[in-house]
T-cell receptor
Framework: AQSVTQLDSHVSVSEGTPVLLRCNYS??????LFWYVQHPNKGLQLLLK??????LVKGINGFEAEFKKSETSFHLTKPSAHMSDAAEYFCVVSDSSDKIIFGKGTRLHILP | EAGVAQSPRYKIIEKRQSVAFWCNPI?????LYWYQQILGQGPKLLIQ????????DSQLPKDRFSAERLKGVDSTLKIQPAKLEDSAVYLC??????????????FGPGTRLLVL
């Protein structure tokens, strides 16, 4: 059975400092992993996805994530936070068992 | 390209009433999803269509929820009768790729339902 755990419900960072949002997954099969962002009153938007190609995945707006099979992790990072990054972030796992599972989300706060 | 359209954007009803939501996916997208997002939680997949066939409805409360996708394009999700715990945002998404793995989903703005 699949599962996904976002380890922090809230993360606060100062503008210009690095961002780390943590995600661990469990899957019986080779997974696809995604990060989606949800800005207030806006639809979910794909940031990046991993589908068994390069383990370091680059996404939009300077975000990237690294797939680590040994640690069953897919953490999202950004070198320098911007005020516009304040939003809810969801880690998603999908595999050939056809199930799609969203994490509970991490709300990112950017301090001026 | 136009995005996923949903209507209405907001709906307030009383418990035991019926409600329907409409979704128009991105043109040419074969796969359509309905999700329920309760406040403070991640979206939960209710039903997934491939063209007009159901791929997965294992988490759809079939005693009160129903969904259809006529002609493999638009879709409607209905709740009858509604309960207080159905208060949530209902999200529709579509995907262009075939198969069941690694697909990017494009989400609509959602319909916010409040059941009183």
């Amino acid at each position: 059975a699949q599962s996904v755990t976002q380890l922090d419900s809230h993360v606060s960072v100062s503008e210009g400092t690095p961002v780390l949002l943590r995600c661990n997954y469990s899957s019986s099969y080779s997974p696809s992993l995604f990060w989606y962002v949800q800005h207030p009153n806006k639809g979910l938007q794909l940031l990046l996805k991993y589908t068994s190609a390069a383990t370091l995945v680059k996404g939009i707006n300077g975000f990237e994530a690294e797939f680590k099979k040994s640690e069953t992790s897919f953490h999202l990072t950004k070198p320098s936070a911007h005020m516009s990054d304040a939003a809810e972030y969801f880690c998603v796992v999908s595999d050939s068992s056809d199930k799609i599972i969203f994490g509970k989300g991490t709300r990112l706060h950017i301090l001026p | 390209e136009a995005g996923v359209a949903q209507s209405p954007r907001y709906k307030i009803i009383e418990k035991r009433q019926s409600v329907a939501f409409w979704c128009n996916p991105i043109s040419g997208h074969a796969t359509l999803y309905w999700y329920q997002q309760i406040l403070g939680q991640g979206p939960k997949l209710l039903i997934q269509f491939q063209n007009n066939g159901v791929v997965d409805d294992s988490q759809l409360p079939k005693d009160r929820f129903s969904a259809e996708r006529l002609k493999g394009v638009d879709s409607t999700l209905k709740i009858q009768p509604a309960k207080l715990e159905d208060s949530a945002v209902y999200l529709c998404a579509s995907s262009p790729e075939g198969g069941r793995w690694g697909r990017t989903q494009y989400f609509g703005p959602g319909t916010r339902l409040l059941v009183l």
